[in-house]
């Protein structure tokens, strides 16, 4: 079966009441402007804006920019893209905001589980999302390898790098990596009938040198996390993902950033800069992935009790220097 086909029985299928309140990539729409593209080239021959009157067309557009093209396709599929990651964002934050929910919220759902399967409709929801974002990241790079074929140009793949300096790849997603920790919180990989639905989920070596976590999404996309800090060299500890996408230990981020830990990673300046990366500003958005430290909490329990210690001796540490420092200020000494 055909791509096309499958996505479009994806649409029509038992989710389509999910994909009603999300956006996703108009697949058919966008093929019929490459079609057309392709059928108009005698047309766009004569258009002396285009190209030079030497230029001799064969079947398919040969242009390396694509003008008519490129407004219609490359600006809808921008705002698609856009609008995937933030559905797909907030969609799961509040799954796993129900999964780790504290205090009356936490009493509301245990009642809750009396009358219904809660478990079981958060297990539900994180399935639909993983399909979501794996069809729909498909969808986008079988259009854009298309839109290559049909201009003879890797502007599809110059997209694709577009997409990544936006922060809208789909597949390198921080909040993919946390509905990989509640597939393995959950107990999901024991589960035989769960093990098709969501892939295959696995984190190796916690206790090691190179920890990761592995992905093997439907329609076999198999994704690779690296889970130590740059700047400790550690499995991270209290993890945050900054806008970029790097993940660091709260300390480390804390401490690149010349913030204190009590302070937190999103009070950091707006021109602190990514470690790795150097690029500024992306500590305003910085993700705290709460399922990666709970998995670490199950998975590597002395670690984690080693690392909660000197995380909390640390900010103490500071938070009494800090406020000496500012009783000497209040005082005039």
Not at 300 to 322: A, H, T
């Amino acid at each position: 079966m055909k791509f096309g086909e499958t996505f479009t029985e994806y649409l029509h299928g038992e989710e389509e009441w999910f994909l009603e309140k999300c956006r996703y990539v108009e697949y058919k729409k966008l093929k019929k402007v490459l079609k057309k593209c392709k059928t108009c080239n005698s047309t766009r021959s004569d258009d002396k804006h285009i190209i030079s009157s030497a230029t001799s067309l064969s079947d398919s557009c040969q242009y390396q920019s694509c003008p008519w093209c490129d407004q219609m396709f490359f600006e809808e599929l921008m705002k698609e893209a856009y609008d995937i990651a933030g559905c797909f964002k907030s969609r799961v934050r509040h799954l796993l905001h129900l999964h780790v929910a504290t205090g009356m919220q936490r009493y509301m759902m245990r009642l809750r589980r009396c009358f219904t399967d809660e478990k079981q409709a958060l297990i539900h929801e994180g399935h639909i999302l993983i399909q979501y974002i794996t069809m729909n990241a498909i969808a986008i790079r079988k259009i854009l390898k298309k839109y290559d074929k049909v201009h003879g140009s890797e502007n599809g793949k110059n997209f694709k790098l577009k997409m990544r300096a936006e922060r809208i790849e789909l597949l390198h997603s921080p909040w993919l990596i946390e509905l990989g920790a509640f597939y393995l919180n959950s107990g999901l990989e024991k589960v035989g009938n769960f093990k098709n639905s969501f892939g295959r989920v696995s984190c190796e070596n916690l206790n090691e040198d190179q920890p990761v976590m592995k992905l093997m999404l439907p329609n076999s996309i198999e994704l690779e996390f690296d889970l130590v800090c740059a700047i400790c060299l550690e499995t991270v500890f209290n993890p945050y993902a900054l806008k970029c996408g790097h993940i660091f230990c709260k300390a480390c981020a804390c401490s690149s950033a010349s913030v204190m830990i009590f302070q937190g990673v999103k009070a950091a300046p707006q021109c602190s800069k990514c470690p790795i990366c150097r690029e500024v500003g992306v500590y305003a958005e910085a993700v705290h992935m709460i399922e990666l430290h709970l998995l670490l909490k199950i998975r590597s329990k002395e670690y984690w009790k080693e690392r909660m210690m000197g995380e909390r001796s640390e900010m103490v540490k500071q938070s009494k220097m800090f406020w000496n420092e500012q009783t000497m200020q209040m005082i005039g000494f």
